[in-house]
């Protein structure tokens, strides 16, 4: 079982695998197939709510998803996401959602978008036992002082402001960080330089670990990113079983006796 150390430690040749999942169903099938990191990603937003970006996604809708995917999960290790504006503001608020997270939803580690405010907050967060992923790159909460999902580090300056910044919070004592959507050279010169291992979404194979959001590899995703990948195509075999249950319904052929109780002891009620 994958716990915050192993991970910190990872110097396998075997790459971390992280997806992320939103409900007991799916984190479960997640588990069984032995990914090592279960992120409840405020992706969900994009990815269950019908939101058009993650902003709008709550405190609330993560710890709800997180206790889901904790109660399924047997071995990996589970990392709540915090969303927009649940952090950073005040310190005191962010230690106590980030902590709900550990205390009633049973995660094991939180993660945070970064920069350079929340460098504080992962030292004070890793001190008080609540251990810290930390995420740079493509950071999609910053989206509207971004401009877009755009490429991150693609110029010298960028690309050693997350150099920096991951150092930087390596040092305040985070245990990995995720690297979004950063050219490959970039993404493999700061796993080079840090000891904690780095998870790429859209960062090259050279990074330690790799991660998707799940709607994305199942091929639930109205639309996916370019660095993406389709593993299956989970949406056609959903729309083939609810067709077929519409079809059987309206022929009459379900509910079949099988599926019926007539109790001989109650009489014709009219
Ligand atoms: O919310 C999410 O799914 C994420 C991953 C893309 C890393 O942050």
Redesign the pocket.
């Given at each position: 079982m994958p716990t915050v150390q192993h991970v910190r430690q990872h110097d396998d040749d075997e790459p971390l695998t992280m997806l992320?999942a939103y409900d007991a169903p799916t984190a479960s099938i997640v588990d069984d197939a032995g990914v090592d990191v279960i992120?409840v990603?405020?992706?969900v937003g994009n990815a269950n709510l019908g939101y058009d970006t993650?902003l709008p996604v709550t405190v609330d809708e993560i710890a709800s998803a997180t206790g889901a995917v904790a109660r399924a999960t047997d071995e990996a290790l589970v990392v709540a996401?915090m969303p927009f504006l649940s952090f950073g503001a005040d310190q005191s608020e962010s230690v106590r959602n980030c902590g709900r997270m550990l205390k009633e939803e049973d995660a094991d580690a939180v993660?945070l978008e970064c920069g350079p405010h929340t460098v504080e907050l992962t030292e004070r967060l890793t001190d008080l036992g609540i251990p810290v992923m930390a995420?740079l790159g493509l950071t999609?909460q910053h989206v509207n002082q971004l401009g877009g999902f755009f490429r991150q580090g693609t110029d010298q300056d960028a690309a050693e402001r997350i150099l920096e910044l991951a150092r930087r919070h390596e040092d305040a004592g985070a245990f990995s960080l995720?690297l979004?959507h950063v050219p490959a050279n970039v993404a493999a010169d700061v796993t080079d330089a840090l000891d904690v291992p780095t998870i790429g979404?859209g960062a090259g194979p050279d990074t330690d670990g790799q991660?998707l959001?799940i709607t994305d590899v199942l091929g639930l995703s109205e639309r996916s990113p370019p660095f993406s990948r389709q593993f299956g195509d989970v949406k056609s075999e959903m729309e083939n079983a609810v067709g077929d249950y519409v079809e059987a319904v309206e022929s009459g052929e379900f509910p079949a006796d099988e599926h019926s109780h007539v109790e001989e002891d109650v009489d014709s009620l009219y």
């Amino acid at each position: 079982m994958p716990t915050v150390q192993h991970v910190r430690q990872h110097d396998d040749d075997e790459p971390l695998t992280m997806l992320t999942a939103y409900d007991a169903p799916t984190a479960s099938i997640v588990d069984d197939a032995g990914v090592d990191v279960i992120l409840v990603g405020d992706s969900v937003g994009n990815a269950n709510l019908g939101y058009d970006t993650t902003l709008p996604v709550t405190v609330d809708e993560i710890a709800s998803a997180t206790g889901a995917v904790a109660r399924a999960t047997d071995e990996a290790l589970v990392v709540a996401d915090m969303p927009f504006l649940s952090f950073g503001a005040d310190q005191s608020e962010s230690v106590r959602n980030c902590g709900r997270m550990l205390k009633e939803e049973d995660a094991d580690a939180v993660k945070l978008e970064c920069g350079p405010h929340t460098v504080e907050l992962t030292e004070r967060l890793t001190d008080l036992g609540i251990p810290v992923m930390a995420h740079l790159g493509l950071t999609p909460q910053h989206v509207n002082q971004l401009g877009g999902f755009f490429r991150q580090g693609t110029d010298q300056d960028a690309a050693e402001r997350i150099l920096e910044l991951a150092r930087r919070h390596e040092d305040a004592g985070a245990f990995s960080l995720v690297l979004e959507h950063v050219p490959a050279n970039v993404a493999a010169d700061v796993t080079d330089a840090l000891d904690v291992p780095t998870i790429g979404i859209g960062a090259g194979p050279d990074t330690d670990g790799q991660v998707l959001v799940i709607t994305d590899v199942l091929g639930l995703s109205e639309r996916s990113p370019p660095f993406s990948r389709q593993f299956g195509d989970v949406k056609s075999e959903m729309e083939n079983a609810v067709g077929d249950y519409v079809e059987a319904v309206e022929s009459g052929e379900f509910p079949a006796d099988e599926h019926s109780h007539v109790e001989e002891d109650v009489d014709s009620l009219y």
